[in-house]
């Protein structure tokens, strides 16, 4: 009769999150030094577009949204202090330092990741990569580093739209509904943000960007089982380019503070 | 007459997990022949073909081309670069027409302009016997016999000194095989290229081949001219050829 053994299964859980761990690592490294040699630049503009301007409308709804629902909490918690005036300053920073970056992240870890996912898994479940290397192009220069070198860089722009549209929907909120006379809620935002706030909420973006294509590729690269491994792609792809996401915020929150 | 070797798989082993698939299999292909690997599901002919593209890494033993070792992994090979591949599933790009696709190496490896690589593959879509009015479809729109003949198209465009068919009549119907078949033929003896086919389809072996290998359990269980396979030199040969399972 099998006992079950607490002690083996958590051994056997560690050891399987280290060995996903390290094949990541590996998958980056690899990434990395594919950045040398031959770049397809016709692929690398096409991610642009599909990573960055079709991911507009998503993120600047999300981020509206956000902004607004944070003013409005805000309005509930500082009016217990008497401090109803913040609204404005803490919004903003709230937006431009975490939420902006981390929300829009997420956004596109759901959008682009599993995207990628499925699209690299469907392209190694029919042999497409096999024959890029029987055509003697290299998978990870063709596939891989367009993608990953575009969330780098167009994470930090639809970060800096987020930024935007996420002060605005606290401002919508503010003068709407919590009365607050609209030049000095804009120049109370202005005021409160610093240079440093805008740049390291930019340079969280761009590792997130780097993150969420990564494990997109990661997860479609080592697809297996036809549709069904292809689908277990997409999901894998989405909820480990989340965790790394929060986990990777965190350090960098604490590196920048 | 016999030709120089110019692939050899020497002693190749390959296991996944605990299942060996590859057992120090040995085999070679001569220049201008063409060698078509017979054997069952599952007995390793599709990991020997890509142990030879530097899909797979052997664990013991290695493949050479003209003598040089194929290097694992490593798409810079010289020895890849002189083969042309049809795979099973025809793996043609979804994103691109037909004609990119069948232009690819020469658009993306060679650099060559997109008039002349366009019109490099419209000459092959001919000789495969595919209207140029085909080039500029999707390749979702064919058909599955046109959609073998552009990925042959594809692997002839570059005229390689060799070709690597795995399955090339899977999934099709008697007359489409027999067309696709006749077309092999006709590329191979064109280019007189070393033609290397994974098949479990005997009417294509009869067809293709010069030489059979019949592969089992990740060995080479008899080799020899296709004469051999009909008069039956080998039990188990002709058993597997004859369709016969064994059991009485």
């Not at chain 1, 759901?110 to 996912?117: D, P, Y």
């Not at chain 2, 060698?35 to 002919?45: A, D, F, Q």
Request: proline fraction near 4%.
């Amino acid at each position: 009769m099998m006992v079950f053994n607490p002690v083996r299964a958590l051994g056997r859980g560690v050891l399987s999150l280290l060995r996903s761990l390290g094949a990541m690592t590996l998958f980056a490294s690899f990434t990395l030094r594919a950045l040398i040699g031959p770049f397809f630049a016709g692929q690398f503009v096409q991610q642009l577009g599909r990573i960055g301007f079709l991911s507009l409308p998503v993120v600047g709804l999300t981020a509206l949204f956000t902004g607004a629902a944070l003013a409005l909490n805000i309005y509930v918690g500082g009016e217990r202090f008497n401090a109803e005036s913040f609204v404005p300053n803490i919004v903003a920073l709230g937006i431009v330092r975490e939420l902006g970056p981390v929300i829009a992240a997420l956004m596109l870890a759901g959008r682009v990741s599993s995207g990628i996912a499925a699209e690299i898994g469907a392209m190694r479940a029919t042999e497409q990569i096999d024959a890029l290397h029987t055509l003697t192009i290299d998978p990870m220069r063709y596939l891989v580093v367009p993608r990953v070198l575009a969330g780098v860089v167009v994470m930090p722009l639809l970060v800096l739209v987020a930024d935007v549209i996420g002060i605005f929907g606290g401002f919508l909120v503010g003068v709407t509904t919590l009365e607050f006379d609209p030049t000095v809620y804009v120049r109370n935002s202005a005021d409160i943000l610093e240079r440093w706030d805008v740049v390291s909420g930019l340079i969280k973006a761009a590792v997130f960007g780097f993150l969420l294509t990564l494990m997109g590729c990661y997860h479609g690269y080592h697809a297996q089982g036809g549709a069904q491994g292809v689908g277990r792609a997409a999901t894998h792809a989405v909820v480990s380019a989340a965790m790394l996401i929060f986990a990777a915020n965190f350090i960098l929150t604490s590196m920048f503070v | 007459m016999t030709t120089p070797v110019k692939i050899a798989w020497k002693s190749v082993t390959k296991r996944f997990g605990s299942r060996t698939v590859l057992d120090g299999l040995s085999l070679d292909a001569h220049e201008g022949r063409s060698l078509v690997v017979i054997g069952g599901s599952g007995t390793g002919k599709s990991v020997m073909l890509k142990t030879a593209l530097g899909l797979i890494a052997p664990d013991s033993g290695h493949v050479e081309i003209d003598g040089e070792r194929v290097r694992p992994g490593d798409p810079s090979d010289p020895g890849l670069g002189q083969i042309g591949m049809l795979f099973q599933s025809g793996a043609l790009f979804d994103s691109l027409t037909v004609w990119e696709n069948v232009a690819f190496k020469l658009l993306k490896a060679h650099k060559m302009k997109r008039a002349e690589a366009r019109q490099k593959a419209v000459e092959a879509l001919a000789q495969v016997d595919l209207e140029p009015d085909v080039a500029s479809r999707a390749p979702r729109e064919l058909s599955g016999g046109m959609l073998k003949r552009a990925s042959l198209a594809r692997a002839i465009v570059t005229r390689p000194a060799i070709l690597f068919f795995d399955e090339p009549t899977t999934g099709l119907d008697p007359v489409t095989a027999d067309v696709i078949n006749r077309l092999i033929v006709r590329q191979v003896r064109s280019l007189g290229a070393t033609a290397v086919t994974i098949t479990h389809d005997m009417a294509s072996m009869r067809m293709i081949a010069d030489e059979v290998a019949m592969i089992e359990n990740g060995t080479i269980l008899w080799r020899g001219p296709l004469e051999g396979v009909e008069s039956c030199d080998n039990p188990a040969v002709c058993r597997f050829v004859r369709g016969e399972s064994g059991n009485s």
